[in-house]
């Protein structure tokens, strides 16, 4: 008799979670429109020649509209899987500096020359739910997460004072990601997050063709590793469940 109490009373406690269950997580998978806002400070050392003094370079950048796209579906613990397409660019910006002839109108170059830019970053992050047994609107949830990227800029000088470069940055960053979602409507959603960088490790080789300097000294390739980069971050986007 004891037996069969608590076998009922066990199917009772599966047949509430199983009614309890929040069904605005009961979806398969959904598109979301991000927008990026970052700020990141990225140093790169490099040596001009094997005598000369190492050189420190940081890039600082902001971007305060970046719009993203992401897709986003549920693992079997209604926890999710999402990739990102965070940046995918390929294009050319040409500066030219010329000194004008008054009479003849004729020009000098006396600066200037072509770069050439190519960039891909992804991340793919897996998100914990929480929430999951209580019908609520709003579901906070964590995800962790990794950025692959890669960038090559390559200049093309139009004097012949100067020499073609290029470099390739290839590299990866880590995230934990504290997020909240907010069921609109029974398919509309937004999700407001936070992506907290730890760390960040990239490759970097750079080469500058100039004939003055030996073959070794034209390239330099340098591997760089960071802890808490000073890299900060924060993603408002609207999710369709599909």
């Known amino acids: 008799m004891k037996k069969k109490l608590l076998t009922l009373f066990l199917l009772i406690i599966v047949v509430k979670i199983g009614w309890t269950q929040n069904t605005n997580l009961d979806y398969k998978s959904a598109l979301k429109i991000y927008n990026l806002t970052s700020f990141d400070e990225q140093t790169i050392t490099r040596r001009l020649t094997t005598s000369s003094p190492r050189y420190q370079y940081t890039?600082?950048?902001l971007q305060i509209l970046h719009p993203t796209i992401a897709f986003q579906w549920r693992s079997k613990k209604n926890n999710f899987h999402e990739i990102e397409l965070t940046s995918f660019m390929?294009?050319?910006?040409?500066?030219?500096?010329?000194?004008?002839?008054?009479?003849?109108n004729n020009g000098q170059t006396i600066s200037g020359g072509d770069l050439t830019i190519t960039a891909i970053s992804a991340r793919y992050e897996y998100i914990l739910n929480f929430n999951k047994s209580k019908d609520s609107k709003l579901v906070p949830s964590i995800g962790f997460g990794i950025n692959p990227y890669y960038r090559q800029n390559n200049n093309s000088p139009k004097t012949s004072s100067s020499f073609p470069t290029s470099d390739i940055n290839i590299g990866m960053r880590a995230f934990v990601t504290p997020r909240i979602f907010y069921f609109l409507t029974s398919k509309l959603f937004l999700d407001v997050n936070i992506p907290?960088?730890?760390?960040?490790?990239f490759y970097f080789a750079g080469k500058e063709d100039n004939p003055a300097l030996s073959l070794l000294e034209r390239t330099t390739n340098t591997f760089n590793f960071s802890l808490f980069p000073k890299a900060f971050s924060g993603r408002i986007g609207i999710g369709i469940k599909l």
């Open 59 to 61: 890039n600082a950048t």
């Open 90 to 104: 390929l294009g050319k910006v040409g500066k030219n500096t010329d000194i004008m002839n008054d009479t003849t």
């Open 196 to 201: 907290l960088c730890f760390f960040d490790t």
